[in-house]
């Protein structure tokens, strides 16, 4: 019988459910039209979501270091196939994609935290990182196409292939090695620990560094996909949901190749370059707007997805890296979670109630571009001293030595 390597399983797993959580944003979509709901409230759903990674934050870190890593896999897909249940009975898109949004906090703290258990070097998890993320991305992509095209054609069907894939991914699952996780972990002091880890990660400059870089790239992606929905009607004349996750996932093939080409285009012990990529994201951002062509709107999106993959990889890889050592891998992605969520519920809040307000698409997008470069102007604040403290590290240990 034939076994499947662990870091494929974990990449195979991995897409699968990210596959059918991007399907889920075009099936609400899709509710929304048939019931009539107002534009506005695909930001609540979002914001849904993003409620219950800022709230789970505490607790899933040490959940994921306390146990085996592909069980906490298997629970975190298990939660989501029945967030889709509860939504094929008729329940809240609202509530039902906050227990969707409970499993997808749950699970990932496993998927990055299992990463340094099955590399053995920094170069080996920079690798796994790009490939994971490109998987994602990809994932992204594809699932976004498909459950556009999807909930056109049946609402029902869509999700039932959601929850089918949700059942494959746990399959998956059973492939990676369950190594014992650290039971002398505790849930009483949970949220006290974990403001703690905050504080930690924080006073770390390199982890600094990713949280900032990561929380920004986060939060602008997630205003961005929905104001792009909303701006290529506007611009381009293009209405049908299918059409629009196409168009919508072609930032997904950019981000797809820049995480792939990440290892060759960044070395890990100089992942303070990737603040460079983000700068030409952020410009990217507030040039798109500009663009009415379809052929050119398509090469921006394209771009604008290849900065982002360079951008956000190695700043994953140093977290996980100086994570580990710090208090482990699981809490620092439970930390990165919590920031990045909280500022992706931010600017979902922001961009709901600018929505409300009657602000167009395309001023919302150079918004969020105009955003981005400021946090990206202080990552760049930050590399000065990041360069500072290499230098001074390299030459205590030459005088060591």
């Not at 870091?7 to 944003?25: H, K, W």
């Not at 918004?367 to 760049?380: M, P, Q």
Request: charged share 10%; proline share 4%; aromatic share 12%.
């Amino acid at each position: 019988m034939m076994r499947i390597p662990p870091l494929q399983a974990l990449y195979f797993t991995q897409f699968l459910s990210a596959f059918a959580d991007n399907m889920i944003i075009f099936i609400v979509l899709a509710i929304m039209r048939q019931e009539g709901y107002p534009g506005f409230y695909i930001g609540l759903v979002q914001s849904a979501f993003l409620l219950a990674y800022v709230v789970c934050a505490p607790f899933v870190g040490p959940f994921a270091d306390r146990n085996a890593k592909s069980w906490v896999l298997l629970v975190g897909n298990t939660v989501k196939a029945i967030g889709i249940l509860l939504m094929m009975t008729g329940l809240s898109p609202v509530l039902s994609y906050l227990v969707v949004g409970i499993g997808a906090v749950t699970y990932s703290p496993a998927k990055y935290g299992i990463l340094p258990e099955l590399t053995n070097s920094k170069e080996a998890l920079l690798k796994a990182n790009g490939k994971i993320e490109g998987y994602t991305i990809f994932a992204i992509l594809a699932g976004s196409v498909a459950g556009g095209m999807l909930a056109e054609y049946s609402l029902f069907w869509s999700m039932a292939v959601c929850i089918g894939l949700y059942l494959v991914s746990i399959a998956g699952t059973f492939a990676i090695p369950r190594t014992g996780g650290n039971s002398s972990i505790r849930y009483n002091r949970a949220l006290r620990n974990f403001i703690s880890d905050v504080k930690l990660f924080f006073s770390n400059p390199k982890c600094r560094f990713s949280l900032v870089g990561t929380s920004s790239f986060w939060m602008s992606s997630t205003v961005l996909r929905f104001a792009f929905i909303a701006w290529i009607p506007l611009m381009l004349g293009i209405t049908s949901l299918d059409k629009i996750s196409m168009l919508v996932a072609v930032t997904g093939v950019g981000i797809i190749i820049g995480s792939l080409a990440t290892p060759y285009l960044i070395p890990a012990h100089k992942y303070y370059r990737s603040y460079l990529y983000g700068l030409m994201m952020a410009l990217l951002v507030v040039a798109s707007v500009f663009m009415s062509d379809l052929y050119l709107t398509i090469a921006v999106l394209m771009a604008i997805g290849f900065m982002g993959g360079a951008f956000i990889v190695p700043m994953n890889t140093v977290l996980q890296d100086e994570g580990h050592k710090l208090s482990g891998t699981g809490k620092a992605i439970a930390v990165q979670n919590f920031i990045n969520n909280t500022m992706m519920l931010i600017g979902m809040g922001i961009y709901t109630g600018a929505t409300r307000a009657g602000v167009t698409a395309p001023v919302s997008i150079v918004t969020v571009g105009l955003v981005l470069l400021g946090f990206v102007l202080y990552l760049h604040f930050l590399k000065k001293k990041l360069i500072a403290s290499s230098v001074l590290s390299i030459e205590s240990t030459g005088r060591t030595l």
